[in-house]
Every structure is written in C-alpha cells, then in structure tokens.
C-alpha cells in the first residue's frame, strides 16, 4: 500500500517540481508533437473518409436516375438516394469511430516513442536535482536510453493491442464478461503506462528488460499508481498528451527516489 501512495504522490508533485525548477519549456516539446499529431491525423481521416466513400460508392452504390420521375419509379429513386445518403453517414461514422480507437490504444505510445529523447533528459534531469549527483552527458548513454524508450513504448503498445483484441474476443463469445473486460483492459493499461515511465530510471540502474519487469513487479504499486494517474490524465483532450507523459517520467523519479531515502539507515538520506 505505501508503494501505491508513494507513486500518486510522486505524480501529483510532478508539476510543481517540474515549475520550480526551471524545467516547464519541456512542455513545449509535447505541445507541437500535439499541433503536427492532429494535422496529421486530420489529413489522414479525411483522405481514408474520401476513399472508402468512394469505394462504396463506386461497388455499393444503387443508380438514381439524374431527372426526376413519378409515381413507383420516382419513389424507388427517392428510397435508392436515402439508402446512398445512409451508406456516406455510416461509413464516416465507423471510419471515425475506428480512427479514434486506434489512436486511444496506439497513438499514445507513438506520442511516447516520439517524445523519448525529452523524457529521458526529464527523467535524469529530475533525479539530479533530488540526488545532487550530476551525470556526465554522453551521447552515446543518452542514445541508448532514448532507443530503448522509444522500443519500450512500441513494445508496450504491441502488447497491450493483442491483449485488447484478446479480450474482446472472448467478450464477443461471453458477453456477460464485458465489465470484468473492461477492468482488466484498463488496469493492463495502467501497467504498461506506469512501466513505460519507470524504465527511464531501471535503464539508468543498468538493469536489462528482464531485470527492469522483475524491478517493476517489486514496486507494483508505485509502477500501478503512476500508470493510473497517467492513464486518467490522458482522457483529457489534448491537455493530457501535452501534459501527462512529462509528469509520469519525472513523477517516477520522485516516487524512486523517495521509496530509496525511506528504506536507507537514518543519516545516510
């Protein structure tokens, strides 16, 4: 339990930290990673909106005659136009809605991946702040601590997309198990957010991936705690992506550094 508070409280004083000591330009980073993400994704929709409509159109669409005509045959042509004008609405729909689950599941971690170089430099700035131990910079490290977050969160979204498919596939055969699904699936995301976060600091222990997962495990609540705020902060619009991945890396720092000063003899804090 005190494992699970230390990582809400390390979170919840990340931004303070991250103000008091000079580090909120790293926000600007996540801010225009945010502005060419949506452009991005607003292009792409559009243009795979556009296309499938006019696949759909091209293979599904019922032929309305251009003049108008009366009685049953005008009355067919008005009921083939509805069916057209139906077909447009669900396909935009459906495209949207999938777009946007693609992006809730998959495009966080590509934000993660893309914003690893900062994270890393947040991560290790933060604990050199707390510790007064300043790490030389090499290149070489900060290039493998930046490859390895960005393969951490690819690996983590790979994996919680097969668990996801996994389970609604199974909540497709047994609908009766969709609110434990649902539980699951975001507690595995908390898990993954929360790991993602905590490996900047594994890495710099020189702990190897399976070293890093054991050392998760040991500090689950924390790992969980962090992952859960993460999790929730990233619900919010745009203000969470902006905000939510600098505030877990330094957050747990805070949350390590703390749990390391609260295990050591007194005086050697």
């Not at 966080?108 to 893309?114: N, Q």
């Not at 977050?149 to 668990?163: D, T």
Request: charged residues 15%; positive net charge; hydrophobic residues 55%.
């Amino acid at each position: 339990m005190y494992g699970f508070t230390r990582g809400l409280d390390g979170f919840a004083r990340a931004f303070g930290f991250i103000l008091r000591n000079r580090m909120g330009w790293m926000f600007l980073a996540p801010v225009l990673l945010w502005a060419l993400f949506a452009l991005g994704l607003f292009q792409t929709g559009n243009w795979l909106v556009d296309a499938v409509q006019a696949w759909s159109e091209n293979y599904l669409g019922l032929d309305v005659p251009s003049t108008g005509r009366e009685g049953w045959p005008g009355f067919w042509d008005d009921l083939k136009a509805v069916v057209n004008g139906t077909r447009d609405v669900l396909v935009w729909l459906v495209l949207k809605l999938a777009i946007f689950w693609l992006v809730s599941v998959v495009g966080k971690y590509v934000v993660l991946a893309l914003l690893s170089p900062l994270l890393a430099h947040a991560s290790e700035r933060a604990e050199e702040i707390l510790t007064g131990v300043i790490t030389p910079f090499h290149v070489a490290r900060w290039l493998r601590e930046v490859l390895r977050g960005m393969a951490m969160a690819l690996r983590n979204g790979s994996v919680e997309l097969l668990i996801t498919i996994a389970a609604w596939a199974i909540t497709f055969f047994l609908p009766l198990l969709s609110p434990i699904t649902a539980l699951v699936l975001w507690g595995v995301s908390c898990w993954f957010y929360g790991f993602s976060m905590f490996d900047y600091v594994h890495e710099r222990r020189g702990l190897g991936l399976r070293a890093s997962v054991r050392a998760a495990r040991d500090r689950g609540g924390m790992v969980l705690a962090n992952g859960l705020l993460f999790n929730l902060l990233m619900k919010v619009p745009v203000l969470g992506m902006i905000t939510a991945p600098l505030l877990g890396a330094v957050g747990a720092v805070l949350a390590s550094v703390g749990s390391a000063r609260r295990t050591l003899p007194t005086g050697q804090a």
